[in-house]
Nanobody, 124 residues
Framework: QVQLVESGGGLVQAGGSLRLSCAAS????????MGWFRQAPGKEREFVAA????????YYADSVKGRFTISRDNAKNTVDLQMNSLKPEDTAVYYC?????????????????WGHGTQVTVSS
């Protein structure tokens, strides 16, 4: 498995931006699709974005499309989530996850490795 550590969370006002980063170690990072998920209090973990092994074919939840951008750097073993135009409903703990399939999945159960999460709070 691959070990994952998220960073970059914090408190931001509505309309602001944050950039989350996830650092990977262990297995070959470029052999994993990477995903970002989030979980708000009292809610199930939900898909945010995913990106393939090569960094192509990113896809997003409808709720974040046009505002969030996922990217990866296989040389640095990192995957980032740029979040713009943040809304209070984006408040959640954000997790990165690794999936050995090429494209990844919207289904969290397809991911075998998870970070511990980073808190994002958007104030109105």
């Amino acid at each position: 498995q691959v070990q994952l550590v998220e960073s970059g969370g914090g408190l931001v006002q509505a309309g602001g931006s944050l950039r989350l980063s996830c650092a990977a170690s262990g297995r070959t990072f470029s052999n994993y699709a990477m995903g970002w998920f989030r979980q708000a209090p009292g809610k199930e973990r939900e898909f945010v974005a995913a990106i393939s092994w090569s960094g192509g074919s990113p896809y997003y939840a409808d709720s974040v499309k046009g505002r969030f951008t996922i990217s990866r750097d296989n040389a640095k073993n990192t995957v980032d989530l740029q979040m713009n135009s943040l809304k209070p409903e984006d408040t959640a703990v954000y997790y990165c996850a690794a999936d050995p399939s090429y494209l990844g999945s919207r289904n969290p159960y397809e991911y075998g490795s998870w970070g511990h999460g980073t808190q994002v709070t958007v104030s109105s």
